[in-house]
């Protein structure tokens, strides 16, 4: 990804009128705090973290402040553009529409005249002039987003044929060279509810942002690249596994899916045992230098003579076997210096090892 021709807008409605029909999705503002710090890490996706490459909107007010922060940031980029919504999401009118709310949709009568008409941000998505567009949508009936991919097909007439993933326009723009791919990951199919609040694991997440970001900081030990497909799945297996009571989708056409969302680790270092330096090599009589040196070489090989006539332990528990070895060998018996003199001489040694 080149952060500088990136952009990303993440939006999250926690909050909403006082005596509507919508409760507060109080885990919305953490889900977007924690994913643009991981977005904007060097270690994850490395979007900038510059409001004018990866903006916030928290608790907005109107479905045009939405619209124009989506359509500012699909004309701007040329490399990737990631947007992300979590809130409430409702299905209104006869054909069933899915609207995203905002903080002052006090139900779903209101989310025509008050929410941003899924429709428009499917148009702004597919007017825009970066290579690759992500959506990630953590709302109730996200699942109708997968048809972002497809033609204009009424949902009902769609789900009767089973054809929520008709990729054709977007199979040809990647065909054509235009873009690269086209990548929707949803909380929930398109006639079911999705959890808010992430209670299985105990965090502060709503249930499918909460799991995806644990898979994304956790890793689960790999130290490979983790692509954003592959986020995905471990995301939906996560799910299964705290029997989360929706089914995420994810629909994606091109390399899109190849976006990665976490760098490759690096291993951790191998274990090397350090030299530890020795004393200089015994000096005197050459048959008493030979005994010390016969008597060290009896011991396991657990140090090296360098060519400087000095050696190296290479294992400090037989440290003390090897003074002692050269202490009643070859040095200087004690009455060359005081006592004292001679505890200093020995402790010194003693401390190089």
Same mark, same amino acid.
């Given at each position: 990804m080149r952060p500088d021709e990136s952009r990303a807008v993440l939006i999250g409605v926690a909050e909403y009128p006082d005596g509507g029909t919508f409760d507060s999705v109080e885990g919305a503002s953490y889900n977007v705090l924690r994913l643009k710090d991981l977005l904007t890490d060097p270690a994850y996706a490395g979007f900038h973290r510059k409001h004018e490459y990866t903006r916030t909107m928290l608790n907005p007010h109107t479905a045009e402040g939405i619209r124009v922060a989506v359509k500012r940031a699909a004309e701007q980029a040329t490399d990737v553009l990631f947007v992300y919504y979590v809130g409430h999401g409702s299905r209104v009118g006869a054909e069933r529409e899915l609207y995203l709310t905002t903080c002052t949709t006090a139900s779903g009568e209101s989310a025509e005249t008050t929410g941003l008409r899924y429709t428009v941000l499917r148009g702004l998505l597919r007017a825009a002039r970066a290579r690759v567009?992500?959506?990630?949508?953590?709302?109730?009936?996200?699942?109708?987003?997968?048809?972002?991919? $497809?033609d204009e097909t009424p949902l009902e007439e769609a789900l009767a044929e089973d054809e929520l993933l008709d990729q054709a326009k977007v199979a040809e723009d990647v065909d054509e060279g235009l873009i690269d791919g086209v990548c929707v990951l949803?909380?929930? $199919?398109p006639t079911q509810t999705s959890e808010a609040s992430d209670k299985a694991s105990a965090t502060n997440f709503t249930a499918f942002t909460g799991h995806l970001v644990t898979v994304l900081e956790n890793g689960d030990g790999d130290t490979s690249p983790l692509l954003l497909g592959e986020l995905f799945r471990r995301t939906e297996k996560r799910m299964g596994r705290f029997d989360v009571g929706h089914q995420p989708l994810m629909t994606t056409v091109g390399t899109a899916g190849n976006l990665v969302m976490r760098q490759a680790a690096a291993p951790p270092p191998a274990s090397v045992s350090a030299p530890v330096p020795a004393p200089q090599a015994p000096t005197g009589p050459a048959n008493t230098v030979a005994g010390a040196q016969a008597q060290a070489e009896a011991l396991?090989?657990?140090l090296s003579w360098l060519p400087d006539g000095t050696f190296q332990v290479h294992d400090r528990a037989y440290a003390d076997q090897i003074i002692d070895i050269l202490r009643r060998s070859v040095w200087p018996p004690a009455h060359h210096s005081t006592p004292a003199e001679t505890n200093s001489t020995q402790e010194g040694r003693h401390d190089g090892h």
């Open positions: 567009v992500v959506l990630v949508l953590d709302c109730c009936f996200s699942g109708i987003a997968t048809k972002v991919l $497809g949803a909380s929930s $199919g396991p090989p657990l």
